[in-house]
């Protein structure tokens, strides 16, 4: 589904304050896998997300999405950014908003209603179609990009720090949302995350990436019983065994 | 609130009768020329203007001659120049060179007040209506344009990375996210605009060589010395910037919405 | 132009910008000489750019330029420091007593959408056409911008700032004077900065109406109603006023920052 190939990123490249983003990373995502990269913070863990969409070129190697190499936004790709209040627009009623996109698709107007309004529905938003991003909440927000996302039905979706701007209650209401919507479309996700015990929970699979420049220090597959739960999963033995792998492996690579 | 909103604007109408009253009183009293009481204002105003016949909307022969010239020139001059400014705001804005090898230029040619200009068209056009519209339009395109390429600068860098994750088209990238985005921006300078315009349109009426306009009329009243004529003028321009600025708020308020709903939130 | 190219622009740096803004004027002015040059445009209505140039440079040492020069500088100093002098106080006075605000609101409501020069037959009546006429006419245009800036910076004061010093004793005086007046700094000198470009529309506008006397105005009214008319002498006299224009911008453009350093300090930014 997606394979990255020694994948490297320099930003002002020359200079002699040049930023040595990530060097040598490999990773190979297969579909339908719900895949968390965790890592200490501003190690390069955007940048590898916007490479994979396309949106900045990598200095180095490789992406593939379904065998294609991207050098621009894949088809079929979608994103889900932390800054819901930036990445919203602030024009647009949230109907509009989620079939924005579908625009590329061919839809015709009330296809594009209908795809808008069971989309809002999949994220519990039957009801706030007509109002204005400003009018929700933090977490209401992140549901409508989130709704935006699956209307536009990706077989790729990347999340960058989806729950990083919400409440820690939002933040578990919204985690168990994607563990929901996951089941029911047939989709690869990547969600990136600072929060390992986020990247246990939801994972299937934690990728642990060092301080920059990123290169892969860990591989975790996470095997917990379904459906997860907040109290029992976060309980369970093999939770408390993986969180402080991972915990020991993003800490190991921090400090030094 | 709603009660205290109205409260104060009843109490602002009431200051502003006692204020009348005030000064119908004075210049009685005072009895000078050069300012005639407010009734006698209001008195000419009605006999000048609006005396006028029912099936006219009451509007005099003199009103039709002058007002509505002096509107459709103002109309006429702000719609050409604030279209001029959006189109070529939006074409310099997008382009992070293009403003960049223009500023110096455009910030030169709004620092120029308009009046200076006004003898530059005067001599390629001649008196008349061709100067006028000119003159206004060229006026107030630099607001206008300057602010839109401003806003148009300034679109969030996430919405815009969002537009191309989602591959939107670049008629649809313009018409939904940078127009949108500039929208703010825009009408900041328009409403520069709407008020610059309302003052170059009467300038340019009180050049010799008009023939009429509410400009024209205060000029003909000075020569005659009728100083009710001036005072009529006056405030009869008054209400009109008062009125125009209304309707521009009320537009404003319906294309900007979500902007000033949006901003009240985020500054609590 | 695409998504694409919008997001990735870098931002050049200031001696780019600078060179870019120095060529567009030089192209600019390459245009318009080779505009009246090549008799596109007849050189009667655009004379060259050397021509305009090197015309502004000779009225440099011209003294019947620069006695119009400076007496339209004179009014318009004149008229934009009455204009500050009255509507600062004045907008600490309203910005600070809700009920004189109240009672005041409505006068000036009335008063502001008067367009400024349609007043220019009425005062020209009432004390005559010399210098007192200018600098009425720009102190009554220019008092708006400012007393509309002065009360939006004082709706920004922190409302703490103020009640930390009376809780020391200071009295209401000098809480406006300590507290309320330079927060607002920032805003009243953008008020001032817009004030600048509306005295100088009026200064202008009132020489070429009054149509006599010295003064900038008068120089390029009476450079375009001679036969022929002498669009060199216009065109040099307009590029000294525009460039008065940006130069007095930019100043007051720095002074804005300067006074806004406290505002990037408190934010965490560097100014």
Not at chain 1, 69 to 91: C, K
Not at chain 3, 127 to 135: D, E, K, N
């Amino acid at each position: 589904m997606l394979e990255i190939d020694n994948l490297s990123h320099v930003y002002g490249g020359g200079s002699p304050n040049a930023h040595h983003a990530i060097d040598g990373l490999n990773l190979s995502v297969a579909a339908g896998e719900l895949l968390c990269i965790v890592g200490p913070s501003g190690c390069g863990k955007s940048t590898l997300l916007r490479s994979i969409a396309g949106l900045i070129t990598p200095t180095g190697g490789e992406i593939r999405v379904e065998g294609t190499v991207v050098r621009q936004t894949p088809d079929n790709l979608a994103v889900v950014f932390q800054d819901y209040s930036r990445s919203l627009f602030p024009w647009m009623s949230v109907a509009d908003n989620v079939a924005l996109p579908l625009r590329r698709k061919n839809m015709d107007k009330r296809q594009r209603r209908e795809a808008a309004h069971e989309a809002l529905e999949s994220v519990g938003l039957q009801d706030a179609g007509r109002k204005y991003p400003f009018q929700l909440s933090g977490g209401m927000q992140q549901r409508v990009a989130i709704a935006r996302a699956l209307a536009y039905r990706p077989t790729l979706m990347l999340m960058d720090e989806p729950f990083g701007s919400v409440d820690a209650q939002t933040r578990e209401d919204l985690e168990d949302l994607v563990l929901k919507v996951r089941g029911h479309h047939q989709m690869t996700i990547v969600l990136i995350t600072h929060d390992i015990d986020e990247s246990v929970y939801v994972g299937d699979r934690v990728v642990v990436l060092s301080k920059a420049p990123a290169h892969v220090v860990g591989d975790l597959k996470v095997e917990l019983p379904a459906p997860r739960d907040q109290i029992s999963t976060r309980e369970h033995p093999d939770f408390v065994h993986l969180r402080a792998e991972v915990g020991r492996l993003v800490r190991g690579h921090a400090t030094v | 609130m709603r009660r205290g909103g109205l409260r104060t604007a009843a109490f602002r109408w009431v200051v502003l009768l006692v204020l009348v009253v005030v000064w119908e009183a004075a210049t009685r009293v005072a009895g000078s020329t050069f300012f005639p009481p407010p009734s006698t204002i209001v008195t000419r105003m009605h006999a000048m203007w609006f005396s006028g016949p029912p099936d006219a909307l009451f509007l005099t022969d003199t009103a039709v001659e002058n007002i509505l010239p002096s509107l459709g020139r103002m109309a006429a001059g702000f719609a050409g120049g604030a279209l001029a400014g959006v189109v070529l705001g939006l074409a310099v804005g997008l382009s992070a060179r293009a403003y960049d090898y223009l500023d110096g230029v455009l910030q030169f040619l709004r620092a120029i007040p308009p009046p200076a200009l006004v003898t530059v068209f005067l001599v390629l056009f001649g008196f008349g209506l061709r100067m006028q519209l000119a003159f206004i339009m060229f006026s107030i395109v630099w607001p206008v344009l300057l602010n839109t390429a401003d806003g148009a600068r300034s679109v969030e860098p996430l919405h815009l990375q969002t537009s191309q994750a989602f591959r939107l088209s670049r008629a649809e990238l313009l018409l939904r996210v940078v127009v949108p985005s500039t929208l703010p921006k825009m009408f900041a300078g328009l409403r520069l605009a709407l008020s610059l315009s309302l003052i170059v349109m009467v300038f340019s009426e009180l050049l010799p060589g008009t023939t009429n306009g509410i400009g024209f009329q205060i000029t003909d009243a000075y020569s005659t010395f009728d100083l009710p004529g001036i005072w009529a003028g006056i405030v009869l321009l008054g209400v009109l910037g008062y009125l125009l600025n209304e309707l521009f708020l009320v537009a404003e308020r319906r294309v900007l919405g979500w902007h000033h709903a949006a901003q009240q939130l985020a500054v609590p | 132009m695409s998504a694409q190219t919008l997001s990735r622009a870098r931002p050049a740096s200031t001696t780019t910008r600078w060179s870019r803004r120095a060529a567009g004027a030089l192209a600019f002015a390459a245009l318009i000489e080779l505009a009246g040059r090549t008799g596109l445009i007849d050189a009667e209505f655009l004379p060259p750019a050397t021509e305009i140039v090197g015309r502004a440079v000779t009225l440099l040492a011209d003294p019947a330029f620069l006695g119009h020069a400076l007496t339209s500088l004179l009014a318009w100093a004149m008229g934009l420091g009455i204009a500050a002098a009255i509507a600062v106080p004045l907008g600490l006075l309203l910005g600070s007593v809700p009920i004189i605000d109240a009672a005041m609101r409505s006068v000036v409501e009335f008063l502001r959408p008067i367009p400024s020069v349609a007043l220019i037959p009425l005062v020209a009546l009432v004390i005559g056409t010399g210098l007192q006429l200018r600098v009425t006419l720009v102190v009554y245009a220019s008092l708006w911008p400012i007393l509309y800036n002065t009360m939006y910076g004082l709706r920004g004061v922190d409302p703490l700032a103020k009640e930390s010093l009376r809780s020391y004793g200071f009295g209401p005086l000098a809480v406006l004077l300590r507290v309320s007046l330079p927060s607002s700094a920032p805003f009243i000198t953008t008020g001032i900065r817009l004030a600048a470009g509306v005295a100088l529309i009026l200064t202008v506008s009132t020489e070429i109406v009054a149509g006599r006397g010295e003064g900038i105005g008068v120089f390029i009214f009476f450079a375009g109603i001679a036969v022929p008319a002498r669009m060199a002498d216009i065109l040099a006299g307009v590029f000294w006023v525009g460039l008065f224009g940006v130069v007095v911008n930019a100043l007051l453009v720095a002074a804005e920052r300067r006074a806004f350093r406290w505002h990037h300090a408190q934010l965490g930014e560097r100014p």
